[in-house]
């Protein structure tokens, strides 16, 4: 029974790859009464029509390695944050959220800074600092110049990637000039908000070459932790920075955000870990703790 991997699902049809191209798809009645959709990212098994063979079913979906509440895709390996370093400014609360969501999915990191022709002082070069102490492969990124693009496509080899960001960051722009095959729709940045139209419209695998695949998907400005299940107690290992420091504190079960003689907090104030960086983990911790205490 040939099999392949979901690309893309609208309105009930599934387009698939396979050994003998791309087969669209219906998904058996079984995987619906077993309250099972199909995702993009999928491996399956499918049936090809005996009357025409770019159309088939899918008989089987293979056991998956993790699945992704937003976008809705399966077995993703990396994700690659994409930051403007100028139009629109840097969101480093929404970029350190979706860090921290990685780490809780165990995906393999990559930040990209982008935009940086636009950036006269180079100031994205304290972010690249920032996070490349944290222990993060930082890529900056210009679609205009083309400066870092090979390092970015080089780092999408034999991966399923996802990229994630707000609107307007260039994830689109970025993922044309990685491969000119996509022709992605772009969006201009409002003068008036300093935001990005939406201009993916549905989550798609675009193929870059054998065995290496990235998802293009809808921008979003905000989102809440307690969505991915994240808990407070568990936010300081999803920090790479604090992985030196978790049997150092004075107290045991120290949280890092107000005890004395907390080894986190001293490591702040010396320079050793990024003050922006400290300041959303603890706005993220409060916030956890308080679903916490409410479910008690």
């Known amino acids: 029974m040939p099999e392949g991997i979901i690309l893309k699902g609208i309105g009930g049809f599934y387009y698939i ?3 003998q191209g791309i087969i669209e798809c219906k998904a058996r009645g079984k ?5 099972m959709i199909p995702l993009v990212g999928d491996r399956v098994e499918i049936e090809i029509a005996d009357h025409d063979n770019t159309k088939g079913i899918i008989e089987k979906i293979m056991l998956r390695k993790n699945v992704l509440v937003r976008p809705p895709v399966a077995n993703v390996q990396q994700i690659v944050i994409v930051a403007s370093v100028c139009l629109p400014a840097p969101n480093l609360l929404l970029l350190d959220k979706l860090i921290t ?8 990191i990559i930040i990209c800074l982008n935009k940086i022709d636009l950036d006269d002082r180079d ?10 102490s944290a222990g993060y492969h930082v890529i900056c990124t210009s679609s205009r110049t083309l400066q870092g693009i090979n390092d970015l496509r080089n780092a999408l080899q034999r991966k399923i990637s996802v990229f994630a960001g ?5 994830k689109s722009s970025l993922l044309n000039t990685v491969d000119n095959r996509f022709e992605l729709q772009t969006g201009e940045i409002s003068k008036k908000i300093d935001r990005g139209k ?5 989550v798609e695998l675009l193929e870059l070459n054998e065995e290496s695949y990235v998802v293009d998907t809808p921008g979003f400005t905000s989102f809440e932790l307690m969505e991915m299940d994240i808990k407070a107690d568990d936010l300081e290992y999803l920090f790479r920075e604090y992985q030196n420091y978790h049997s150092m504190c004075k107290f045991r079960g120290c949280t890092h955000t107000s005890e004395p003689g907390c080894v986190v907090i001293e490591a702040v104030n010396e320079g050793k870990i990024s003050r922006s960086r400290y300041d959303n983990y603890v706005q993220f911790y409060n916030q956890l703790k308080d679903i916490r205490d409410w479910h008690k």
Do not use: C, M, N, P
Request: net charge neutral; glycine share 6%.
């Open 17 to 19: 790859e396979t050994r």
């Open 31 to 35: 995987f619906r009464k077993k309250e």
């Open 101 to 108: 969501v990685a780490e809780s999915r165990e995906l393999d």
């Open 123 to 132: 100031e994205y070069l304290k972010l690249v600092e920032i996070y490349q």
């Open 166 to 170: 707000a609107s307007g960051v260039g």
């Open 198 to 202: 939406h201009t993916t419209r549905h």
